[in-house]
T-cell receptor
Framework: KQEVTQIPAALSVPEGENLVLNCSFTDSAIYNLQWFRQDPGKGLTSLLLIQSSQREQTSGRLNASLDKSSGRSTLYIAASQPGDSATYLCAVRDDKIIFGKGTRLHILP | GAVVSQHPSRVICKSGTSVKIECRSLDFQATTMFWYRQFPKKSLMLMATSNEGSKATYEQGVEKDKFLINHASLTLSTLTVTSAHPEDSSFYIC??????????FGPGTRLTVT
């Protein structure tokens, strides 16, 4: 059974710092891995989608990597801003999409 | 990108009543849709997989008689919470699969049972 773990569960950093969020999954037979952002009380915003054949994806200040063989992904956020404060969810797709519990990120102004 | 809508976005109902949530794929056909539930400050838990024209497949621990799912067309799936209780209060999110490799999420429905 696929399990997705995100570390840390919560993170507070000063504005301007670069940071890394971690995601691990137990079954490497995945189609893709996706990072989402969720603001309090809101739905999901897709940030980056990495297909199983890819190693990384970039969008603006965000970079996500995927090491399928080791069951790991990282989300790198450069030059963090207070507007980046949210919960970040990692999700893997095999025949279903399974979510991690998320990392609650707080950027201190 | 593809759009998935949910209606209503927010609903308050009294304990013992039933409430229906709609999930629509607006610009694509989805043979498979998914329903997720999210408790406060928790992650999304898959409740069931809905296939057009057939019965939904429920995850372990999800009561199929309480959470009725109907996927009558390629663009619409509905989740009905029957005889709702306060513990059913949650954030419900649907997702629609546009292709084997593309899946899109709705904006969610906040259900509050009083």
């Amino acid at each position: 059974k696929q399990e997705v773990t995100q570390i840390p569960a919560a993170l507070s950093v000063p504005e301007g710092e670069n940071l890394v969020l971690n995601c691990s999954f137990t079954d490497s037979a995945i189609y893709n891995l996706q990072w989402f952002r969720q603001d309090p009380g809101k739905g999901l915003t897709s940030l980056l989608l990495i297909q199983s054949s890819q190693r990384e994806q970039t969008s603006g200040r965000l970079n996500a990597s995927l090491d399928k063989s080791s069951g790991r992904s990282t989300l790198y956020i450069a030059a963090s801003q207070p507007g980046d404060s949210a919960t970040y969810l990692c999700a893997v797709r095999d025949d279903k999409i399974i979510f991690g519990k998320g990392t609650r990120l707080h950027i201190l102004p | 990108g593809a759009v998935v809508s949910q209606h209503p976005s927010r609903v308050i109902c009294k304990s013992g009543t039933s409430v229906k949530i709609e999930c629509r794929s607006l610009d694509f056909q989805a043979t498979t849709m998914f329903w997720y539930r999210q408790f406060p400050k928790k992650s999304l838990m898959l409740m069931a997989t809905s296939n057009e024209g057939s019965k939904a497949t429920y995850e372990q621990g999800v009561e199929k008689d309480k959470f009725l799912i109907n996927h009558a067309s390629l663009t619409l799936s509905t989740l009905t919470v029957t005889s709702a209780h306060p513990e059913d209060s949650s954030f419900y999110i649907c997702s629609a699969r546009a292709s084997p490799y593309e899946q899109y999420f709705g904006p969610g429905t906040r259900l509050t049972v009083t």
